[in-house]
């Protein structure tokens, strides 16, 4: 494939065009496999992104790896691999395996990988806000130029007090940090309607004087201008921007959750038509940047590369027991002793 602007895609390549199937493929294949394995016994729980590929995908070709850092929330399967997270860390922690990051510690999809400027994630919601404001401050106090702060977040983390705080502080000094609301309507079980009365959650910037952006959560080249344009102004002394992607959540929040008994078939079914990853492989083919062979080629290839990491990882010891209580008490992990 030529490296040239795609026609009706300003500002993008064909080889970028082709990075962001691939991501939200990915990201597509590893949800499926963590709700595969959950109910087979294997994982604990899942947690489903499905609807989100776009936002995600998006988002990650906008953020400047070895410059900028990344705030994610537990819903970022694909942002985190969009980043340069290894996609075997990311079984690792649902295998909760002895080789993860964090000794099989932590909760699915809490990662963190500081040489990549991918920070911890918090269970606390809107927790990671006030972190990335920290740093954001920091990069400013430093004098840091070209770098910029990426907070992720849903809708419903703008009801807790954090958001709030984070964007007024953002705000108030012009911080390099770009909030990303990944909007897909439903925190948990509670929809928007009954969070807000504001139709758009980026009609909320104003309040604090920042610019607000609202974009097409399902297109991935509209995401990645509009991050891109909030990141490059943020990075270059023009303030934070809140970004609002507005996309669905086609899966229950985790597979612990039903969302039978909150959301009709028929909500879902008539969102399902606007799935982001089959519509942009039409559009990718009908611009002619990809073939339905290459187009079937690379969905085999990413198929193949979730199922031989998923085996390599579920082959990998678990954290022995005698370990259960080290990293929490000072001195001998023995508690007893």
Known sequence: MSDTAVANMPAVTNEQSLTLLRNMLLQRAVDSRGFQLNRQGKIAIAMGSEGHE?????????????????????????????????????????????????????????????????????????????????????LKYLKETGRAVFCQHGEGATSEGEWHEAMNFAAIHRLPVVFVCENNRWAISTPQSKQMVNQDVAAKAGGYGMRGEIVDGFDPIAVYQTVREARDRAANGGGPTLVEAQCYRFLSHTTDDDDRTYRSREEVETQRKLDPVPRFERRLVEAGVINEAALAALRAEVSATVNATTDAIEAEPLPPAAGLYGNVYEGPDDPWA
């Open 54 to 138: 776009a936002a995600q995908a998006g988002t990650g070709l906008a953020f400047e790896r070895g410059q900028d850092l990344l705030y994610p929330y537990y819903r970022n399967t694909g942002i985190l691999l969009a980043c340069g997270f290894p996609l075997a860390d990311l079984f690792r922690s649902q295998f909760a395996r002895v080789t993860d990051r964090t000794g099989g510690r932590s909760i699915i999809n809490h990662v963190t990988a500081k040489g990549l400027g991918i920070a911890s994630i918090s269970s606390i919601i809107a927790a990671q806000c006030a972190h990335a404001v920290g740093a954001a401050y920091k």
